[in-house]
């Protein structure tokens, strides 16, 4: 099978689909078409995908390949490279149906590996939870750099200085990973989520759990979630937490927010009014902007500044890493192929597969998900 790595074409997009590593492992049995210059920016040249295995190609090679494996979903230039019937793989955006449908249009069979389910046996192929690990630790990198004191607590002969305090709002993979970073920086952290199971992990890194009371049945059964993902809480308990919040946000120097629900707009948890009070200089990573934010002050792609704090709407952190965020993303692709390529190298849809159910967004011509 030809195998295409095309370069990515979306601004700020810095990751590419393939390494080396991943090339050298398919290149056995494939014949890989990487496009030239598809891993400069994640400091990967050319001829180490040579060495590898690969050919060195245009773009319209590389997407005129059997198989396409993309980090984003293809624009319409790039779509109309593809032939029908082409296998896309890649991080499509399984909510957006605009966009499958468009995909499907093309008649490529897709798919969109955000949509694995949150199974043990998909761990390794699992996209979400590889880039969300990097961009909680580059967001808390882009808090100290911003911020215009120390994170951890020093004592010097000219006086000391107190420790950063860190407040997390979500704390999935994102916000577990950065309670870690800005706990090794020295920072004292405390931490919001609406599921249970994160008090304990909380705990565990040596972060502090602001709780929030379930106070109904229904309260209770909503932040059991769906699927390891959390359910839109009922306003009144979103109410308590916000006010819990407004008074934890006033003593913070910096807070990370990673709050997402799947499918829907980012919850709000920061209001202006809790801006309003927060401390001068004081810094807010939104790590929700792209699905609208978890605080209505950030602006998506800007460091804005709002009564005296800085809010960064960084919308692609992952890409920020773009060497290591490249290494996991090519290793969860590589993973996932194992699925879809059978032992004499053909590609194969097995339906009866639940992973390969999920991620199957479109094929011949039609979206498979709404
Ligand atoms: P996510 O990116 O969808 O959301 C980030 C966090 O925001 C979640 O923890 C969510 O509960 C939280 N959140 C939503 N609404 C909130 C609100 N109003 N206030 C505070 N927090 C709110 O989540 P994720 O990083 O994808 O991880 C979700 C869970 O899935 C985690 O517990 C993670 O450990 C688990 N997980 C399991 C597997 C597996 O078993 N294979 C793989 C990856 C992740």
């Avoid at 810095?14 to 890989?32: D, F, G, I, N, S």
Wanted: glycine fraction near 8%; aromatic fraction near 4%; proline fraction near 5%.
């Amino acid at each position: 099978m030809r195998i295409g790595i095309p370069a990515e074409t979306r601004p700020g997009e810095t990751r590419v689909a393939a390494t080396p590593e991943t090339v050298k492992k398919l290149a056995a049995r494939h014949q890989l078409l990487v496009q030239a210059g598809a891993g400069v920016r994640a400091s990967i040249p050319d001829a180490a995908y040579e060495a590898a295995g690969a050919s060195i190609v245009d773009a319209a090679t590389a997407f005129g390949a059997d198989m396409v494996l993309k980090v984003r979903s293809p624009d319409s230039a790039e779509r109309a490279q593809m032939r029908p019937g082409t296998v896309l793989v890649g991080m499509l955006n399984p909510f957006d149906a605009d966009n499958l449908a468009l995909l499907a249009a093309a008649g490529l069979s897709a798919f969109a590996l955000e949509a694995a389910p949150r199974i043990t046996r998909a761990q390794s192929m699992d996209v979400l939870s590889s880039q969300a690990n990097i961009a909680g630790y580059k967001a808390v990198m882009l808090a100290a750099n911003t911020y215009g004191r120390f994170m951890p607590m020093l004592m010097t002969a000219a006086g000391t200085v107190k420790a950063a305090r860190v407040l997390i709002m979500g704390v999935g993979v994102a916000g577990l990973q950065a309670i870690a970073t800005a706990k090794r920086l020295g920072a004292v952290i405390e931490a919001s989520d609406v599921r249970p199971p994160v008090k304990e992990q909380v705990e565990s890194l040596g972060a502090k759990f602001i709780d929030v009371p379930y106070v109904t049945d229904e309260e209770r059964e909503i932040a059991k979630g769906a699927g390891g993902y959390a359910r839109p809480m009922p306003a009144d308990w979103m109410r308590r937490q916000a006010e819990l919040v407004h008074e934890r946000a006033r003593q913070a120097d910096i807070i990370i927010t990673t709050a997402l629900i799947p499918g829907r707009k980012a919850p709000l948890l920061i209001s202006e009014e809790t801006v309003r009070a927060m401390k001068p200089g004081s810094v807010i990573v939104d790590m929700a902007i792209e699905q609208g934010g978890n605080c209505p002050l950030t602006e998506l792609d800007r460091t804005v500044v709002k009564h005296g704090v800085h809010i960064i709407g960084e919308p692609n952190l992952a890409a920020m890493v773009p060497a290591d965020a490249s290494a996991l993303y090519a290793r969860n692709v590589l993973d996932f192929l194992k699925l879809v390529i059978d032992k004499e190298d053909k590609f194969v849809i097995d339906r009866e597969d639940e992973i390969v159910r999920a991620t199957l967004v479109c094929a011949d011509g039609a979206v498979l998900r709404t």
